[in-house]
Nanobody
Framework: QVQLKESGGGSVESGGSLSLSCAVS????????MGWFRQAPGKKREAVAT???????RYADSVKGRFTISQDDTRNTLSLQMNNLKPEDTALYHC????????????????????WGQGTQVTVSS
């Protein structure tokens, strides 16, 4: 059974940095997509970044140049480095894996498939 567990959230001032990690276990095939999405209270889910098995990455326009998604060689750890954080980045951040269809933020934005973690809170104060 696939399991995802996020860590690394917290509180930071505007302009600061945080690094999120997601421990991935139980995925039985190699060519799956992984990514991060976030959801703030009263707002729609926003896909933030995705990474394919071969390493290709995609980002939402709102985080391009500030966030970096990466994975380790075993694909057991997914990371999100977040720099120059803004108050509008405040949200519950979830990692996701193995959803059906192409690997991209547009797909993660709307999919109901795959496996999602419980989330880790990121709060950015102005």
């Amino acid at each position: 059974q696939v399991q995802l567990k996020e860590s690394g959230g917290g509180s930071v001032e505007s302009g600061g940095s945080l690094s999120l990690s997601c421990a991935v276990s139980g995925v039985m095939y190699a060519t799956f997509c992984m990514g991060w999405f976030r959801q703030a209270p009263g707002k729609k889910r926003e896909a933030v970044a995705t990474i394919a098995s071969h390493g290709a990455t995609r980002y939402a326009d709102s985080v391009k140049g500030r966030f970096t998604i990466s994975q380790d060689d075993t694909r057991n750890t997914l990371s999100l480095q977040m720099n120059n954080l803004k108050p509008e980045d405040t949200a519950l951040y979830h990692c996701a894996a193995a959803w059906p269809g192409p690997c991209g933020v547009e797909v993660l934005q709307s999919t109901t498939g795959g496996v999602w973690g419980q989330g880790t809170q990121v709060t950015v104060s102005s």
